[in-house]
């Protein structure tokens, strides 16, 4: 091998707003029990796995020609998966929500501009406007998660950032927005909203989504993913639904046939099998119920879910709890206010095993 020069990427010409920043970096470490990434426990069946075979089969037969580049048959399958009288020039789609939200920024922020979020929330939202060379405003959440319409709309007319984050459910506190605020917020803001729904689909019976907002508010825009209830993560596939003169607006960056055609092939069957997928949901909310519930049995502070994820703490030292649970296989999240840890909810045994450990833990770290 050729001997490359003791280079740091100190040394690179990197951009002065980059420099000093960590990537995103969940950890992924194979271990027995993973609950750190709020994907879905539960893999696709059998049948759905051939299924999924078959399109890939057909597929590679025109795999000389580029995708199709505006993705118009999964746009409308996604169209009809959401309901709301949405149509496919509503609806656009990326390599995973990350994708979609590094588009927005792209259109909606940039040099000169800013977006606004309300933290804790999920680390991408800075990550993406940094790295589009927007720049960050941190609102701020209550003592509770939740978001205070007032203070909000106060922080937008002071700031009057060029894009606002909602999330909701929130990333990682598991905290639902009401709709009056998501609609104070839309109101307030000069320009665009991001309603990030990615565990929208978790959320508790009635909560209503942001989509309902979408006639009224076109400079409102609703993300979801595939990555979480439908059990999809490794496809990378996520969407929006939006005012069609939005979606001609990201047209301007997107790269060309950004959405490879195995990846629409995939994300169309999984949505032909929605039912199966989504079969899991219930079954995964009851589990975070019975999780909040035991948690706050154990003398913890828990914050109320609406997502596949609890948020738990408080521990004077989060991280030997954290490794504590790793020595034993357990691997969660070391993430949100400095004191507090995140479980994913896994399956009824992988719950189990996180139970135990955390009970051992528990008897010999304050
Ligand atoms: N939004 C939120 C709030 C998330 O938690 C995540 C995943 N952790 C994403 C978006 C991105 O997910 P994906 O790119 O897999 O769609």
Redesign the pocket.
């Known amino acids: 091998k050729p001997a490359f020069a003791p280079v740091t990427l100190a040394d690179l010409p990197i951009r002065d707003d980059l420099r000093g920043r960590s990537p995103y970096g969940a950890p992924q470490i194979d271990v027995p029990v993973r609950l750190n990434?709020?994907e879905n426990p539960y893999p696709p069946s059998p049948e759905l796995a051939e299924d999924l075979a078959e399109a890939v089969r057909r597929e590679a037969l025109s795999l000389n020609r580029y995708p199709d580049r505006d993705a118009l048959a999964l746009r409308e399958d996604l169209a009809r998966y959401l309901g709301h009288g949405l149509g496919p020039e509503h609806v656009w789609a990326a390599?995973?929500?990350?994708?979609?939200?590094q588009q927005i920024l792209q259109v909606f922020g940039g040099a000169g501009r800013s977006a606004l979020g309300f933290e804790p929330?999920?680390s991408?939202h800075p990550i993406i406007t940094v790295g589009t060379g927007t720049r960050w405003i941190a609102g701020a959440r209550d003592e509770d998660f939740g978001i205070d319409p007032d203070a909000a709309v106060a922080a937008i007319e002071e700031h009057r950032p060029d894009v606002v984050f909602l999330?909701s459910p929130?990333?990682p506190t598991g905290t639902a927005l009401p709709l009056e605020t998501v609609e104070r917020v839309a109101k307030a803001a000069p320009g665009i909203v991001v309603v990030?729904e990615?565990?929208f689909e978790f959320a508790r019976a009635g909560t209503p989504s942001a989509l309902t907002l979408l006639p009224e508010h076109p400079r409102l825009i609703v993300?979801r993913?595939?990555?979480?209830a439908f059990a999809m993560?490794g496809t990378?596939?996520?969407y929006l639904a939006a005012h069609p003169a939005v979606v001609e607006a990201l047209q301007l960056v997107r790269l060309p046939y950004h959405l490879s055609t195995l990846t629409q092939a995939a994300a169309r069957v999984a949505l032909a099998h929605a039912k199966e997928l989504l079969g899991t949901v219930d079954a995964l909310r009851a589990e975070r119920d019975a999780t909040v519930e035991w948690l706050r049995a154990q003398g913890l502070e828990v914050a109320d879910s609406d997502a596949n994820f609890v948020l738990f703490g408080r521990f004077a030292d989060r991280r030997a709890v954290w490794e504590g649970l790793l020595e034993q296989g357990v691997l969660i999240r070391e993430v949100g206010p400095p004191q507090w840890l995140r479980v994913t909810i896994g399956t009824e045994d992988e719950m189990a095993a996180f139970r135990a450990a955390l009970t051992r833990v528990l008897t010999r770290v304050p």
Not at 95 to 101: C, F, K, M, W
Request: charged share 15%; no cysteine.
């Open positions: 990434t709020n390599n995973g929500s990350n994708e979609i939200l929330s999920y991408m999330t929130n990333n990030d990615a565990y993300s993913t595939m990555s979480k993560a990378r596939l996520g």
